[in-house]
C-alpha cells in the first residue's frame, strides 16, 4: 500500500510540475482541460 500512495504522490506531483509549466504558456482554461486529459489518460475514463 505504502508503494502505491508514494508512486500516486509522484504521479500527482509529475502533473503539478507540468502544469505549472503550461502555465507559463496557457490560459487557465487549456491548463485545466490539460490537466483533464491528462487523469483521464491515466485513469482510462
Given at each position: 500500500?505504502?508503494?502505491?500512495l508514494?508512486?500516486?504522490?509522484?504521479?500527482?506531483?509529475?502533473?503539478i510540475?507540468?502544469?505549472?509549466y503550461?502555465?507559463?504558456?496557457?490560459?487557465d482554461?487549456?491548463?485545466?482541460?490539460?490537466?483533464i486529459?491528462i487523469?483521464e489518460?491515466?485513469y482510462?475514463?
Amino acid at each position: 500500500m505504502n508503494d502505491d500512495l508514494d508512486k500516486l504522490m509522484n504521479e500527482l506531483l509529475a502533473a503539478i510540475e507540468e502544469v505549472l509549466y503550461l502555465e507559463l504558456q496557457y490560459s487557465d482554461a487549456d491548463i485545466v482541460d490539460k490537466l483533464i486529459s491528462i487523469v483521464e489518460v491515466k485513469y482510462d475514463i
